[in-house]
């Protein structure tokens, strides 16, 4: 069975920092996809970045980008020139290649420090 | 309304009620799912209903019953819930279910907060 491991409980950053979120995955699977989900305190979910594991190339979304080390199984997420809205508590999910089933990390609660 | 709307957003029931959660999106997609958020675990992913038909049922108690009439909306009726129930009940939709068509991305509703007393 896929895991999905955020090892950071929670993090903290100064506005207008950068701040990096750790993911790590295990799967024996050459096809899947990798997401980075927002949740703010009003609950909604939100899709904030996606990464194919077939590109190579690293995924950027504005002020989001992600570090795929497919070898490692390894998925961060940068936010640069962190902003107040970006308090969230921030999920890594993975989606096997072969089926709809997405698997969620526990997520890390991200603080903002003005 | 946009996107994916649930009602209601915060439900207070005791053990012998019944009650229903409803889930509807705006998106034109066809595939919908029911996830249960609880606090410390990760999302679990509980139904899913393609086409309006029920295509998982994550090893769920009877005592959760979906319902999805047709591809814009799905229900969850509640009927003899444990304490151990309370959570954060999450719906989310997506355009299909094939993975490679572009397809797959998942865009959740807000949720209802469920505490069972």
């Known amino acids: 069975a896929q895991t999905v491991t955020q090892s950071q409980p929670e993090m903290s950053v100064q506005e207008a920092e950068t701040v990096t979120l750790s993911c790590t995955y295990d799967t024996s699977e050459s096809d899947y996809y990798l997401f980075w989900y927002k949740q703010p305190p009003s609950r909604q979910m939100i899709l904030v970045i996606r990464?194919?594991?077939?590109?190579?190339q690293n995924a950027t979304e504005n002020r989001f980008s992600v570090n795929f080390q497919k070898a490692a199984k390894s998925f961060s997420l940068k936010i640069s020139d962190s902003q107040l809205g970006d308090a969230a508590m921030y999920f890594c999910a993975y989606l096997r290649g072969s089926n709809y089933k997405l698997t969620f990390g526990k997520g890390t609660l991200l603080t903002v420090n003005p | 309304e946009t996107g994916v709307t649930q009602t209601p957003r915060h439900l207070v029931m005791g053990m012998t009620n019944k009650k229903s959660l409803k889930c509807e999106q705006h998106l034109g997609h066809n595939a919908m799912y029911w996830y249960k958020q609880s606090a410390k675990k990760p999302l679990e992913l509980m139904f899913v209903y393609n086409f309006k038909e029920q295509t998982e049922n994550n090893s769920v108690p009877s005592r959760f019953s979906p319902e999805c009439p047709n591809s814009s909306h799905l229900f969850l009726h509640l009927h003899t819930l444990q304490p151990e129930d309370s959570a954060l009940y999450l719906c989310?939709?997506?355009?299909?279910?094939?993975?490679?068509?572009?397809?797959?991305?998942?865009?959740f509703g807000p949720g209802t907060r469920l505490t069972v007393t």
């Open positions: 989310a939709s997506s355009q299909g279910t094939r993975v490679g068509t572009g397809d797959y991305e998942q865009y």
């Open positions: 990464q194919e594991a077939y590109k190579q």
